[in-house]
């Protein structure tokens, strides 16, 4: 089974960084799109970044300009580099990833458990 599993969250003053990672494992052929979710509360889940193996980046409007995502294919991991922060930021980050299992003819996406972002006024 592939498991997704993120860390690098945490509690900052706003303007700081944080790098978020995420690390897949398993039964992995390829990975295709691989990226960032986020969930504040009483908001529905929104796209933060993504990036796909051809290179393909989507990034949410209202990161552009401060966050950055990267991948290590050798290492199946995703990236978020976020500066600027603000409290609006504040959420949980699920890790996403459309994954090519071996024996497998399609991809199934899979979500990590998530890591807390916090952002102080």
């Known amino acids: 089974q592939v498991q997704l599993v993120e860390s690098g969250g945490g509690l900052v003053q706003a303007g700081g960084s944080l790098r978020l990672s995420c690390a897949a494992s398993?039964?992995?052929?390829?990975?295709?799109?691989m990226g960032w979710y986020r969930q504040a509360p009483g908001k529905q889940r929104e796209l933060v970044a993504m990036l796909t193996s051809s290179g393909i980046i989507n990034l949410a409007d209202s990161v552009k300009g401060r966050f950055a995502i990267s991948r290590d294919n050798a290492k199946n991991t995703v990236y978020l580099q976020m500066n600027s922060l603000k409290p609006e930021d504040t959420a949980v980050y699920y890790c996403n990833a459309d994954v090519f299992a071996y024996r497998a003819y399609g991809a199934t996406s899979f979500w990590g458990q998530g890591t807390q972002v916090t952002v102080s006024s």
């Open positions: 398993g039964s992995i052929f390829s990975i295709d799109a």
